[in-house]
């Protein structure tokens, strides 16, 4: 059974750093490329980034770029983002996300961010 678990959320004040890890059972972290989503109360989910299989290379929303970085560990099978120089504006659910070669997306269950004073 395929679970993505995250953890690293909470409250920090603005300026505040976190790290979000995601752990990923039943899929060989490795070959698939996998990103993090974020949702604010009342707004759609948006993609903040992700890692490719293939060469590693990665994508930042423009929002983020700058601040937050994203990186794999394939010996743990995981995933984290840095955030740093977080804003208010950074609140949201943060979750992480697999896809697959054939495009099937598995999602976790998401890790609450906040961002105040």
């Known amino acids: 059974q395929v679970q993505l678990v995250e953890s690293g959320g909470g409250l920090v004040q603005p300026g505040g750093s976190l790290r979000l890890s995601c752990v990923v059972s039943a899929f060989t972290l490795e070959y698939y490329t996998i990103g993090w989503f974020r949702q604010a109360p009342g707004k759609e989910r948006e993609g903040v980034s992700c890692?490719?299989?293939?060469?590693?290379?990665?994508y930042y929303g423009d929002s983020v770029k700058g601040r937050f970085t994203i990186s794999r560990d394939n010996t743990k099978n995981a995933t984290y983002l840095q955030m740093n120089s977080l804003k208010p504006d950074d609140t949201a659910v943060y979750y992480c996300?697999?896809?697959?070669?054939?495009?099937?997306?598995?999602w976790g269950q998401g890790t609450q961010v906040t961002v105040s004073s």
């Open positions: 890692i490719s299989s293939a060469d590693g290379s990665t």
């Open positions: 996300k697999l896809t697959t070669t054939l495009g099937t997306g598995y």
